[in-house]
């Protein structure tokens, strides 16, 4: 009966830590897609109409009648015209035939910033890869 006591202590002290550790990884998770869906919201209620929405981490809204792009990060939200846009590629990590770790790179035309990195979904990297050539070479 004493065993069968520790073992159940040592389960919940387990299973404590456990739900501890994933509350301590994901709220500045939250935190940060909540700046960024806040900062999305500012720029809806602005002069900058989102023709077209990037989700993902950063956030990438276009306004197609200005031609102005919005890198939208949970700190600041950074504009450019497409211009600036140099080029863009879609980044991977390849494990068993899948695509993980997806990612779209901008290059852009500012010493400052050269390069944003917008953390997506396989399936949106890749549909957003044939959307941007056509947002953005139009």
Same mark, same amino acid.
């Given at each position: 009966?004493?065993?069968?006591?520790?073992?159940?202590?040592?389960?919940?002290?387990?299973?404590?830590?456990?739900?501890?550790?994933?509350?301590? !990884?994901?709220?500045?998770?939250?935190?940060?897609?909540?700046?960024?869906?806040?900062?999305?919201?500012?720029?809806?209620?602005?002069?900058?109409?989102?023709?077209?929405?990037?989700?993902?981490?950063?956030?990438? $809204?276009?306004?197609?009648?200005?031609?102005?792009?919005?890198?939208?990060?949970?700190?600041?939200?950074?504009?450019?015209?497409?211009?600036?846009?140099?080029?863009?590629?879609?980044?991977?990590?390849?494990?068993?035939?899948?695509?993980?770790?997806?990612?779209?790179?901008?290059?852009?035309?500012?010493?400052?910033?050269?390069?944003?990195? !917008?953390?997506?979904? $396989? !399936?949106? $990297?890749?549909?957003?890869? $044939?959307?941007?050539?056509?947002?953005?070479?139009?």
């Amino acid at each position: 009966m004493g065993d069968t006591i520790v073992v159940i202590g040592i389960g919940i002290l387990f299973f404590a830590g456990f739900v501890l550790f994933i509350y301590l !990884v994901q709220t500045p998770i939250r935190r940060r897609q909540n700046k960024i869906k806040s900062r999305e919201e500012e720029l809806r209620n602005s002069d900058f109409k989102i023709d077209y929405l990037l989700p993902g981490t950063p956030r990438v $809204a276009f306004d197609d009648t200005e031609k102005k792009i919005a890198f939208i990060f949970s700190d600041d939200t950074v504009f450019y015209n497409y211009s600036d846009i140099k080029g863009w590629s879609h980044l991977w990590r390849d494990k068993n035939a899948k695509k993980l770790d997806n990612r779209i790179s901008f290059q852009l035309n500012d010493k400052d910033r050269p390069l944003v990195v !917008v953390n997506a979904y $396989a !399936v949106n $990297a890749e549909h957003w890869m $044939a959307k941007l050539d056509a947002i953005l070479n139009e």
